[in-house]
């Protein structure tokens, strides 16, 4: 189990949990403030919330909230110093329009910015096998591609792939994001590719241009608040910051591995 | 997914910007400071406690 899971109690009945006595301490301390955890409580009679729900709830903050934008500003510090010619474009954009005497905000109108911070989360995603798994609710059957119809092994009988009801599946968000077809020289981080008259741009199923926050039913329910966040500290920092491979001793600058990841 | 351990630099890009930098940094932490508090829980103990009650 992932460790934070430990947290809820593993519904055991144990009588109490971890993030449930937080939340429990955050409302009493509060003094009848409005605050997150507060809201969970008092909604909780009438969506028939149990405990164990409401501390889900209220361990989603850590479990998902925490770790993962964490990681993606890891991210984007690694394609920042390995990819040096990314930044004189985002510091000419944002001294243009933001200037030296405040950072950037939500309403400012910087395209370049946006699309790094696509490039940041489509570069190297923190949930590569798309997080939440899914499963289909009737049998299905999934067409057999062009690509697979010219292979020498392709015969005629193979109608596609049986995918029984209820069956485990994956996004695979990792090859998703490195398929040559959508984003050519997948590993090189270059946020123009997101402009649709740049020569590496490609059509995408989907406006954003990215699927690392998944799919459907179990898209991340923290999409819109992840974006916003990492695009005000991306903007930020990129605004406050030149950032670059550290020097050793004689001055030489220590490279880095776009591929050394947990 | 996150990177191992790298070694980097920020440096701030004018002395401007790093005045601004530092004005808002304690502006924040001063907004923020509402928020100060300790919990009395730990989860590296909270099961434990748990146990021996």
Not at chain 1, 146 to 152: A, C, G, N, Q, V
Not at chain 1, 200 to 207: M, Q, T, V, Y
Not at chain 1, 227 to 236: D, I, K, N
């Amino acid at each position: 189990m992932a460790p934070w899971k430990h947290g809820l109690g593993g519904g055991k009945g144990r009588g109490r949990s971890f993030y449930y006595a937080l939340a429990e301490e955050a409302v009493r301390k509060n003094g009848g403030e409005t605050c997150y955890a507060k809201k969970v409580f008092d909604e909780a009679p009438k969506y028939g919330l149990t405990n164990l729900e409401i501390a889900s709830l209220n361990g989603n903050l850590f479990g998902a909230g925490s770790d993962t934008s964490s990681s993606t500003l890891c991210t984007f510090t690694l394609a920042c110093v390995a990819f040096p010619d990314a930044l004189p474009k985002a510091w000419e954009e944002l001294d243009r329009v933001v200037g030296p005497y405040r950072s950037p905000g939500l309403d400012d109108d910087l395209p370049y910015i946006r699309a790094f911070v696509k490039e940041v989360f489509r570069w190297r995603s923190v949930a590569i096998i798309g997080g939440q798994p899914h499963a289909p609710i009737q049998d299905d059957y999934y067409k057999v591609c062009e690509l697979l119809k010219r292979s020498p092994n392709f015969s005629n009988s193979v109608q596609g792939w049986y995918i029984p009801k209820n069956t485990w599946v994956q996004g695979n968000v990792w090859a998703i994001h490195r398929s040559e077809n959508e984003f050519p020289e997948p590993d090189r981080f270059y946020p123009e590719r997101f402009f649709e008259d740049n020569p590496l741009h490609r059509p995408f199923p989907n406006d954003k241009g990215y699927m690392t926050f998944g799919w459907g039913r179990r898209v991340c329910s923290g999409q819109g608040l992840a974006e916003q966040g990492t695009f005000l500290t991306v903007a930020r920092l990129l605004w406050a910051f030149n950032i670059q491979k550290a020097l050793d001793k004689s001055g030489n600058e220590i490279p880095v591995d776009i591929f050394d990841y947990t | 997914m996150r990177p191992q351990p790298f070694e980097c630099r920020f440096t701030p890009r004018s002395p401007e910007i790093k005045d601004t930098i530092e004005r808002e940094g304690r502006q924040a932490l001063e907004e923020l400071s509402q928020f100060d508090g300790e919990s009395r829980y730990r989860f590296s103990t909270f099961y434990l406690n748990d146990a021996v009650n």
